[in-house]
């Protein structure tokens, strides 16, 4: 599901003929169930407590597109073990909004962090960009991505 609509995202955008799209998708999965983004606070905060005190799975599908042709495309998994979230932390931190275009309602490079036990697999496929296969497809497709201080 995360490669297809990575895929997708990919292929619609409308990018110069000599240029490379790369487009993601990340989704959490608890007990064979999907969460994606949160349509509101109220569906944040029920989602960190389900996800409270718990491991859940990070997928993070990722593509490569140009000239309306997919190039590469692949997808990495991570494991999350939360600690346990109380109603009260869940309604504080969802009340920030920035759990609410985050898949799993929680942001690990941001305030979402705290609620982190450990990851199992790439912190950057938990955070929505895989970078180490993301980087070596780059360099396959031609593209060679510096790091800010190389630029």
Known sequence: ???RLATLKALAVDAPADSIALAADTTVV???RVLGKPSDAKEASAMLQSIGGRTHVVLTGWALAA???TIESGFESSLVAMRSIGSCEADAYAATGESLDKAGAYALQGDGARFVSSVAGSR???IGLPLKPVVAAL???GVSPQRPSDA
């Open 1 to 3: 599901m995360v490669v």
């Open 30 to 32: 608890l007990d064979g």
């Open 67 to 69: 000239n309306g042709v």
């Open 124 to 126: 950057s496929n938990v």
């Open 139 to 141: 360099r396959r497709a």
